[in-house]
């Protein structure tokens, strides 16, 4: 069993970094398998804020507020 929220040193998860990368594919494979879309980095900011952060498109915000 994996887990999708594992973190590195800085607290970013692989949903935090699809984000960044605007990777909607990849955001719903991990969504699909249970990544939280609120948990927080090292900074307090989750998954959600690095949507806003990064100018992510209207579509990839809607996949991760809907959870």
Do not use: W
């Amino acid at each position: 069993c994996e887990n999708v929220d594992t973190t590195d040193d800085y607290g970013g998860t692989a949903l935090m970094y699809a984000v960044g990368a605007h990777r909607a594919d990849v955001i719903q494979a991990l969504l699909d398998r249970g990544a939280s879309p609120r948990k927080q980095d090292a900074d307090g900011r989750s998954a959600i804020d690095y949507a806003t952060v990064f100018g992510c498109p209207p579509a990839i915000v809607k996949l991760l507020t809907k959870r």
